[in-house]
Each structure stands twice: as C-alpha cells, then as structure tokens.
C-alpha cells in the first residue's frame, strides 16, 4: 500500500545522484516519456529495504 507522498529535503552523495539520474534516463528511454526523479528514488529505495 502506497500512502500520500510527503516532501522531504536529504543531502545525497553526488556518486548516487549520479546513478540515480541514469537510471531515470534509462526509464524514460523505456517508457518514451517522462519519469520524475522521485519515482526513480522511491523505485530505488522499495526495492533496498524489502
């Protein structure tokens, strides 16, 4: 179950955002539109802390 989406502000190392926006440019290459940099992050950190 996914709640309401709340904003928060985190400092992230730059060798992480760095990963991060490949993998949302790979996405959006993958779905030929657009996928927000918070989708990424979230896909991310759903599947590290399972």
Request: proline share 0%; charged share 35%.
């Amino acid at each position: 179950m996914i709640s309401m989406a709340k904003r928060i502000t985190i400092m992230i190392d730059d060798d992480l955002d760095k990963k991060l926006r490949l993998k949302q440019a790979k996405k959006i290459q993958e779905l030929n539109g657009t996928c927000s940099f918070s989708r990424i992050l979230n896909e991310t950190l759903r599947k590290g802390l399972k």
